[in-house]
C-alpha cells in the first residue's frame, strides 16, 4: 500500500479512538502537517477543536502545548522571555510555549494585535527573536488556531496579513444525527480509549519529503493561476487571493494526493482544498456582503466556472 494512504487510514483509526465524525478533519491537519503549513479551526465551542488537535498531535509522536489566548496574555508570554537566574549569576532565556512541534492557539480572537502578530515570525520563519537573539522552533511545526465565529464581544479581529499565513481553514460543526448517536453510545459505554502514537517526528519528516515529491503538471498550475486570477479579477471583491495562497493550494493539493496514494495532483485535489485555502483570503466588497455573498459562495462559483486545460 502506498505510505500516504497507509499512514492516512491508521492515522484516522487512531484519533478516532478520541474523537468521531472527524475524517475529513483529520485529512484536513495532515494536508497542513505534510505541507509545513497552518490552520485555522473555527467553530462553536463544545465540538471536540482541541480534544482532535490534541489527538493529532498524540498519534504523529510530537510534542503539543495548547495556550488559551486572552485579552491579557503578552508576546513574551508565547516566545518566551529573559531572566536573571541568581543561582547561576546570569541571563537566561525562558522558552516560551511556542516551542512545541504542535501549538495550539485557542481562541486566537481573544488575544489582543500585539500578541497575535507575536505567532507570525513563528509562523512564517520557523523561528522566533527574544531580547534580539533568533531561536529555531522545532521540525516540524504547525500552529492551529481555533475561533468562535459568533462572538462579537471583547475578540480581536485578525488583521488580512495574519490570516494569509493559515494554508487551510477548517469548519467544524455539529455532528449529524449518525455520529453524534455514534458519540453518545460510546460515552455510555465509557468506550473511548486513548490515542497511541504511530510514528515519531522523524518519520513525519520523511513522509513530508515525500509528499514534496508529488508531481503537479503544466495543467494543473494553469488551472489553479485561472481560480486564483479570478480571485482578483471579479468586481465584487476587494481583496483577491495572494500569491501566498497559489503556492499553499499546491503544496496542499500535492499532500493531498499523496494521501490518496497518488504521485501525481489531479484537477479533484485541487477542487476539494480551494474552499479551504481560499475563502479567508478573499475580502467581498461591503455592499456585496449586505445582500449575504460570502468569499465561500464566489469559491464555489469560480471553481463551476473554471474548466480544467
Given at each position: 500500500?502506498?505510505?500516504?494512504?497507509?499512514?492516512?487510514?491508521?492515522?484516522?483509526?487512531?484519533?478516532?479512538?478520541?474523537?468521531?465524525?472527524?475524517?475529513?478533519?483529520?485529512?484536513?491537519?495532515?494536508?497542513?502537517?505534510?505541507?509545513?503549513?497552518?490552520?485555522?479551526?473555527?467553530?462553536?465551542?463544545?465540538?471536540?477543536?482541541?480534544?482532535?488537535?490534541?489527538?493529532?498531535?498524540?498519534?504523529?509522536?510530537?510534542?503539543?502545548?495548547?495556550?488559551?489566548?486572552?485579552?491579557?496574555?503578552?508576546?513574551?508570554?508565547?516566545?518566551?522571555?529573559?531572566?536573571?537566574?541568581?543561582?547561576?549569576?546570569?541571563?537566561?532565556?525562558?522558552?516560551?510555549?511556542?516551542?512545541?512541534?504542535?501549538?495550539?492557539?485557542?481562541?486566537?480572537?481573544?488575544?489582543?494585535?500585539?500578541?497575535?502578530?507575536?505567532?507570525?515570525?513563528?509562523?512564517?520563519?520557523?523561528?522566533?527573536?527574544?531580547?534580539?537573539?533568533?531561536?529555531?522552533?522545532?521540525?516540524?511545526?504547525?500552529?492551529?488556531a481555533t475561533m468562535?465565529?459568533?462572538?462579537?464581544?471583547?475578540?480581536?479581529?485578525?488583521?488580512?496579513?495574519?490570516?494569509?499565513?493559515?494554508?487551510?481553514?477548517?469548519?467544524?460543526?455539529?455532528?449529524?444525527?449518525?455520529n453524534e448517536l455514534?458519540?453518545?453510545?460510546?460515552?455510555?459505554?465509557?468506550?473511548?480509549?486513548?490515542?497511541?502514537?504511530?510514528?515519531?517526528?522523524?518519520?513525519?519528516?520523511?513522509?513530508?519529503?515525500?509528499?514534496?515529491?508529488?508531481?503537479?503538471?503544466?495543467?494543473?498550475?494553469?488551472?489553479?493561476?485561472?481560480?486564483?486570477?479570478?480571485?482578483?479579477?471579479?468586481?465584487?471583491?476587494?481583496?483577491?487571493?495572494?500569491?501566498?495562497?497559489?503556492?499553499?493550494?499546491?503544496?496542499?493539493?500535492?499532500?493531498?494526493?499523496?494521501?490518496?496514494?497518488?504521485?501525481?495532483?489531479?484537477?479533484?485535489?485541487?477542487?476539494?482544498?480551494?474552499?479551504?485555502?481560499?475563502?479567508?483570503?478573499?475580502?467581498?466588497?461591503?455592499?456585496?456582503?449586505?445582500?449575504?455573498?460570502?468569499?465561500?459562495?464566489?469559491?464555489?462559483?469560480?471553481?463551476?466556472?473554471?474548466?480544467?486545460?
Amino acid at each position: 500500500m502506498n505510505k500516504g494512504r497507509e499512514f492516512i487510514e491508521r492515522l484516522k483509526q487512531e484519533v478516532g479512538n478520541a474523537v468521531v465524525g472527524m475524517e475529513e478533519v483529520i485529512e484536513l491537519l495532515a494536508v497542513a502537517m505534510l505541507s509545513g503549513g497552518h490552520i485555522t479551526l473555527e467553530g462553536i465551542p463544545g465540538v471536540a477543536k482541541t480534544t482532535v488537535a490534541k489527538a493529532f498531535a498524540k498519534a504523529i509522536g510530537l510534542s503539543f502545548y495548547r495556550i488559551q489566548l486572552t485579552p491579557d496574555l503578552m508576546p513574551a508570554d508565547i516566545t518566551g522571555s529573559v531572566f536573571y537566574d541568581q543561582k547561576e549569576m546570569e541571563f537566561s532565556v525562558r522558552k516560551g510555549p511556542i516551542f512545541a512541534n504542535i501549538v495550539l492557539a485557542d481562541e486566537i480572537n481573544r488575544a489582543t494585535p500585539k500578541t497575535q502578530s507575536a505567532l507570525l515570525e513563528a509562523m512564517q520563519e520557523q523561528q522566533v527573536t527574544i531580547e534580539g537573539a533568533t531561536f529555531p522552533l522545532p521540525k516540524p511545526f504547525l500552529a492551529i488556531a481555533t475561533m468562535n465565529p459568533v462572538e462579537t464581544e471583547g475578540v480581536y479581529n485578525l488583521p488580512e496579513a495574519q490570516l494569509d499565513r493559515f494554508m487551510l481553514k477548517i469548519q467544524v460543526g455539529y455532528l449529524d444525527r449518525d455520529n453524534e448517536l455514534l458519540l453518545l453510545r460510546r460515552k455510555e459505554m465509557e468506550e473511548f480509549n486513548t490515542v497511541d502514537k504511530i510514528m515519531d517526528g522523524n518519520d513525519v519528516l520523511s513522509l513530508m519529503k515525500n509528499a514534496k515529491e508529488v508531481k503537479a503538471s503544466e495543467a494543473i498550475l494553469n488551472y489553479m493561476y485561472e481560480i486564483l486570477s479570478r480571485t482578483r479579477n471579479d468586481e465584487r471583491v476587494l481583496l483577491g487571493a495572494s500569491p501566498r495562497a497559489s503556492e499553499h493550494l499546491l503544496f496542499a493539493s500535492k499532500s493531498l494526493a499523496f494521501l490518496r496514494g497518488r504521485g501525481y495532483a489531479i484537477p479533484d485535489d485541487v477542487k476539494e482544498l480551494a474552499p479551504h485555502v481560499l475563502s479567508h483570503r478573499i475580502i467581498i466588497k461591503a455592499e456585496y456582503e449586505i445582500d449575504g455573498f460570502k468569499s465561500g459562495d464566489l469559491v464555489r462559483e469560480i471553481l463551476e466556472g473554471v474548466e480544467v486545460i
